[in-house]
């Protein structure tokens, strides 16, 4: 008999990557960025990214990850205290043989839950299957952002270079919704779809400098602090386009004079 699974929508709106290049300025001196690279877990098709800045046990986090179960909640975790890798994506850890990686198979090599990526309240690993706390993929991706205090355990994984970014939730069966005979091995009472790993990337030190400061406590999306990284940006284009013009003024002066 399949089961199918309902959960409630939770409305999430964008963030801003595209102005990550130019947040330096924005980042408190001694605060280290981290950047995920997110890809597919059973063959689920998702990628993504996300970014991590850590100052002091503060965390701004970010994540945007596309070709998820549209209009369905999907948990997602720092995973901690193993290698600091992910499963591959052709199901060649599906120890049970029943057709997922699921997380027991996967924490070999990504740990336990560290930290829970909820969009509202309680972070820690008792969240870890809060459903109805963790961002819907309502057209099928997912742009979160949320800063929050996390365990020293945590960061120190971080420092490590163990600590993963793990997307769970996925449509094995393409029927539009988390079902199937296979239940999970988290919660007997869901299907195994609802809590299999869909996408895993390693958090490593980013090379391109810190996620905006100030980001949403609530994970609504709020782009704080990017506004005046868009200012600024315009504003050098716009100085450099001062000089330019300053510069052609002065060669046309100097061969009138000639």
Known sequence: MRKAHAFPAIAIAAAAFPLLTMSTAFA????????????????????????????????????????????????QHFHIGALGECPTNDLADDADG????????????????????????????????????FPTADDGTISYERTFEVTDDVHAAFEAGTAVLVVHGIDKDGSGAYDGDVMSDLDPSLPMEATAPAACGALEVAQMGATPAGGAETGAG?????????????????????????????????????
């Open 28 to 75: 408190h001196e001694g605060a280290t960025s981290y950047q995920a690279d997110l890809g597919a877990v059973n063959q689920s098709g998702v990628s993504g990214t996300g970014m991590v800045t850590l100052d002091g046990n503060t965390a701004t986090v970010m994540v945007e990850a596309s070709g998820l179960l549209a209009g369905s909640p999907h948990a």
């Open 98 to 133: 029943d057709g997922f990686v699921s997380v027991t198979e996967a924490a070999k090599y990504y740990g336990a839950i560290g930290t829970s990526l909820t969009t509202t309240g309680d972070t820690s690993p008792d969240s870890g299957l809060a459903i109805d706390r």
């Open 222 to 258: 709020s782009t704080s602090g990017t506004e005046n990284t868009a200012v600024i940006g315009v504003g050098v284009l716009a100085a450099a386009g001062a000089a330019g013009a300053g510069a052609i003024a002065y060669r046309r002066r100097q061969a009138e004079q000639a």
